[in-house]
């Protein structure tokens, strides 16, 4: 069993800054790729943001220059530094990882998601 919590989102301004954070928690052995998605109203789930477990990362041309990823994993954490936000950030930010439990590799586990809000 893996558990992702995420914590950070809100309501901010345009040109304002949200930092999210998504811990993973259970029986892991260890964690590959950690990732951020996002998703708007009446749009398809899309990627945002990933990092692979030595540091590598890949980020959409959306927020290149605005978004940046790191984790932590000592703490088992991934986070998304946002700035310079936009109202077309505006969706529900889910956390992504690829983890290897005691029992199965490669568990492709969720968070609930978080809401971010940037109004017009």
């Known amino acids: 069993q893996v558990q992702l919590v995420e914590s950070g989102g809100g309501l901010v301004q345009p040109g304002g800054s949200l930092r999210l954070s998504c811990a993973a928690s259970?029986?892991?052995?260890?964690?590959?790729?950690m990732g951020w998605y996002r998703q708007a109203p009446g749009k398809q789930r899309e990627l945002v943001a990933a990092i692979t477990s030595g540091g590598s990362t890949n980020s959409a041309d959306s927020v290149k220059g605005r978004f940046t990823i790191s984790r932590d994993n000592a703490k088992n954490t991934v986070y998304l530094q946002m700035n310079s936000l936009k109202p077309e950030d505006t969706a529900v930010y889910y956390c992504n990882a690829d983890v290897d439990t005691a029992q199965v590799m490669g568990v492709h586990a969720w968070g609930q998601g978080t809401q971010v809000t940037v109004p017009s």
């Open positions: 259970g029986s892991i052995f260890s964690i590959n790729a």
